[in-house]
């Protein structure tokens, strides 16, 4: 597949991780490999990264990228981030300097027809970051009832929804100070602050 996933907010993530050289980083979820490529490039000549995705194929892309520029500096994993705590300091990554989560679909995922994320590219409708696990959603359509299929979707999403219920349970006050600091901190973000020390994961 050609290349052509752009990283969101590069220059940001850049700036609030301040990758230095000799410091561990990990990218939580690689997909494109644009944060990567930038973490890895920003910590020449020895610093080095960890990259975990649910999803194989992100994994063997970024692989075959960027391995031949940045060899061992580039550690990879197959992993969903929520396996981190086990993953990270059994690849020598038990305490780091930085950590990325861009969480969410890659264009890579979106585009690829026999990966099944979007609708418009046609193709089995699959829908999994790591399709060596679960249930393909094409199979789920076709077994399971409408209230089976709310109940699944509901269950999944529960953790996804708890900002949105914290905000739903605050009074109207606090809805209204919660929106002013969010636009304070729009306006005028914190600056990123000085590592001191490394971030423990074991």
Do not use: C
């Not at 990283?7 to 997909?31: N, W």
């Not at 679960?134 to 269950?155: K, S």
């Amino acid at each position: 597949m050609k290349e052509g996933h752009q990283p969101v907010l590069a220059e940001e993530v850049i700036e609030m991780l301040s990758p230095a050289s000799g410091s561990l980083q990990i990218d939580a979820t690689v997909g494109g490999g644009g944060h990567t490529e930038r973490i890895l490039e920003a910590t020449t000549p020895d610093g080095r990264l960890l990259g975990l995705d649910a999803d194989g194929a992100a994994i063997a892309r970024v692989d075959a990228r960027l391995r031949p520029r940045y060899g061992d500096r580039l550690v990879l994993r197959q992993a969903n981030f929520r396996e981190l705590k086990d993953v990270a300091p059994d690849a020598g990554f038990g305490a780091v300097d930085g950590m990325l989560f861009d969480l969410g679909l890659s264009s890579f995922q979106l585009v690829d027809t026999d990966r099944g994320f979007g609708i418009r590219a046609g193709g089995p409708l699959d829908m999994r970051f790591d399709t060596s696990r679960g249930v393909p959603a094409a199979e789920l359509l076709a077994t399971l009832d409408a209230d089976e299929l709310t109940a699944r979707l509901f269950q999944h999403e529960l953790d996804h929804l708890q900002g949105i219920l914290m905000f739903d349970r605050m009074s109207p006050e606090q809805r209204r100070e919660a929106m002013r600091e969010y636009r304070r901190l729009q306006e005028d973000p914190p600056a990123a602050p000085a590592p001191k020390r490394r971030l423990r994961l074991s």
